[in-house]
């Protein structure tokens, strides 16, 4: 089974990103060229782009009527400056509650990498975006550097709600993003691996309750906080901050909480917020 | 989960809201239509497990038939598909069943088309919009539609699988995956070859002639 570590290996001895190795590998086992490659991710980017822009326009509604318009909400107070973290934050809050309401409502978004997860990475990195001069090649690069994580994470324990949990795809989710803003932000490929690493520290053991088994509540706002973690993490990265449990250790230990969690609390709306007094009716009203 | 590439984790570009209930839905629907051959007239699908419970706050139904109508995962219409298939005059009903010891997101459809062909196929969507057949009028198959694939209806008998892969060498066709199943000794059986390059339609047709082929069903990959 692959490492991460091995990538971060490969990436030190050549002097080269962890994206410009995996995307080197990818070209290998794809059999595409690079071109190829940077254009399949270009049309992710544009997704991600045109998502954050619908949701924050705050018109849909989703199947059930819980989800919609919150993003809007945040964004509207962060342009009063009034925003208790700050517009960079709040920033951040707004996009990852813009792309996940989007897909909750039928939109048209990006797996990353589940739609549950969607929100995440795109306001991770965009947010990145707009406080740096940053080139177009370097937010695919980071793009790529976020799916090689998320390629160990799905080869060493798994990115589905229903095998692993949220940890498995907020979890993952944060812990791929937060690698790749340490990228975007000119990290070593050794400050990737410990910032995905806290990431997914400090969402390991969530459980996947949602009311109703809908892509909704809790989801929702989790792709917020989870981004917000994730850009912690990064942070502490980036200051030298070192994960005393390495990467691919710690994916280890969220696939096993994974198999030891109750099945009830895996996407099957059996257990947790789902059957709280307030989860139950809500779903009696809508199905 | 295998060994994946970079579109599998961030990808699919799809409709919400999620990846298994709804991407994953579509193309088990896509697949169910390229199994038949043509455009359904006509189906019953069967929901299993989460499928069941969960499918209509995820829009799965919607997912499935929009499938079954040709769309792709990212299809803006998805939400769309049951008015649409109505329009068409296309006529598809859902039942809940218990499909036995599967995947909990699981689905069969009984399909006819429009020159009267019939399928029947499972599949289930296993996570992160991807998806795998598992039975294809009976028999025990495993298609992840990621390849290019062909479904071989044959006589049990000795130097069938010789003969047909012959032809995919002498056509320079590598295989990357196999699959030989049968209802019992020297009844029928089906061979499953997923491939590395589109196969040439002459290469069917000689397919087709040989003795004891019963049916070949060349799959076009997903996107």
């Known amino acids: ?287 | 989960m295998g060994r994946s590439n970079v579109f599998d984790l961030l990808g699919p570009i799809m409709v919400g809201p999620s990846s298994s209930h709804t991407a994953g839905a579509v193309r088990l629907g896509e697949m169910a239509r390229k199994i038949l051959g043509e455009e359904p007239l006509e189906g019953t699908i069967s929901l299993h497990g989460s499928f069941a419970k969960t499918g209509k706050g995820h829009g799965t139904d919607l997912a499935l038939i929009a499938g079954l109508l040709g769309m792709a995962p990212d299809d803006e219409q998805i939400p769309e598909a049951i008015k649409l298939a109505k329009e068409r005059g296309l006529n598809f009903s859902f039942k809940i069943a218990d499909l036995g010891d599967v995947h909990p997101n699981t689905v069969n459809f009984e399909l006819r088309g429009k020159t009267g062909s019939h399928a029947q196929v499972v599949g289930s969507s296993i996570g992160g919009g991807t998806i795998v057949i598992r039975e294809i009028n009976g028999f025990q198959v495993e298609i992840r539609g990621d390849y290019p694939t062909l479904v071989i209806l044959h006589q049990d008998l000795p130097g069938l699988v010789a003969q047909v892969t012959l032809l995919l060498a002498t056509a320079q066709i590598n295989i990357a995956r196999m699959l030989v199943s049968r209802e019992k000794r020297g009844a029928q059986a089906l061979m499953v070859l997923e491939i590395d390059e589109k196969i040439d339609d002459g290469v069917l047709v000689l397919m087709r002639r040989l003795p004891n082929v019963f049916q070949v069903l060349a799959i076009a990959p997903l996107e």
């Open chain 1, 1 to 287: 089974m692959r490492t991460y570590e091995d990538w971060v290996i490969e990436a030190e001895a050549r002097g080269l990103k962890i994206s410009e190795v995996v995307y080197q590998n990818e070209m290998e086992s794809l059999q595409q060229s690079e071109q190829e490659l940077f254009q399949r991710m270009l049309k992710n980017l544009n997704v991600m782009r045109e998502s954050v822009a619908v949701g924050l326009s705050g018109e849909r509604r989703s199947l059930s009527g819980l989800v919609g318009g919150d993003a809007a909400k945040v964004e509207a107070r962060r342009k009063t400056g009034e925003s208790l973290l700050g517009k960079q934050l709040s920033g951040l809050i707004a996009r990852a509650l813009a792309v996940a309401e989007v897909n909750a409502c039928m939109g048209r978004i990006v797996a990353a990498p589940t739609a549950g997860s969607c929100g995440v990475i795109p306001a991770v990195l965009l947010t990145v975006e707009e406080t740096r001069q940053i080139s177009e090649r370097e937010l695919l690069l980071a793009l790529f550097s976020a799916a090689g994580l998320g390629m160990i994470i799905a080869e060493r324990a798994n990115v589905s709600g229903a095998e692993g949990g949220c940890q498995a795809e907020i979890g993952s989710a944060a812990a791929m993003a937060a690698a790749a803003a340490v990228e975007l932000a000119g990290g070593t490929p050794r400050q990737t691996a410990d910032a995905a690493a806290i990431a997914m520290k400090s969402m390991l053991g969530l459980v996947c309750d949602p009311v109703g088994g809908l892509v909704e509540v809790p989801c929702v706002k989790r792709n917020a906080t989870g981004a917000t973690i994730a850009l912690a993490a990064a942070e502490m990265a980036l200051s030298g901050v070192k994960s005393a449990i390495p990467i691919d250790e710690v994916i280890d230990a969220m696939g096993e909480i994974g198999r030891q969690m109750p099945c009830a609390l895996k996407e099957t709306a059996q257990g947790g917020l789902a059957v709280t007094p307030t989860g139950r009716r809500i779903q009696a009203d809508f199905l």
